[in-house]
């Protein structure tokens, strides 16, 4: 990221928007449809992020506090503050053993005969500053077939639990998959990491940018760099 900020005379900071969309050095960030909402900067949410400058490639980090399926807590071990990664690199969201386990037990009780819930449950990451990382349907579920979807979350591999940022190892990796037509906005000047949510809801994906005119907004002009 420096040194792509360094040669290209950008601001250090990086958007993805997956599966379509990687910027750097900012926004504007001009939506197509709807027309509404030329410019998701303005509804971004914020949260404080960190990187590991001892280990090469160790990524992205920002603290949870706790998950809650369907807005009911997730009882997980005396973890303190939850370290969450964020990784396109991993296809599906990664969680250590003791988080795992009683988070899918949490799923299962939701979805058991006979409650008969029809809607896929909600997943919100609180993170420590107030803000919350909200996962629907369209992140935590995988389409294999017309009839069938399978749950996008899987058990860290034991050789992977506690590796990574010294003692302070992620106990969550969020992966591609739901980060997929998320607006994420990694801000290094800044040290915090903007994120939109499932796009889903705006009635618009990631597909919908248009990065060869100008962003303005009944309220305010933005101005960047993207290459």
Known sequence: MAEVAATQNVARKFALCLPSVAVFGGGPFVLIFPYYRPDIMQILSYTALRRSPEIAGAGYYITAKSIEVNHKEVPLPNHGSLVVQLSSMVPYTELCPDVYQPFVKAWDEILAWPKKQHAVPGI??????????????????????????????VEMKPEKVGVGHGGDAPAVVIGGHQMEHN?????????????????????????????????????????????
């Open 124 to 153: 919100n990451i609180n993170l420590e500053d107030g803000e919350v990382w909200e996962i629907f349907g369209g992140n935590s579920m995988v389409k294999v077939d017309d009839n069938t979807a399978c749950f996008a979350f």
């Open 183 to 227: 607006l994420v906005v990694f801000d290094e000047e800044k040290q915090q990491l903007g994120f939109s949510g499932l796009l889903f809801g705006l009635q618009t994906t990631c597909n919908n940018f248009n990065f060869t005119v100008a962003a303005y907004s009944s309220s305010a002009q933005y101005s960047g760099a993207a290459s």
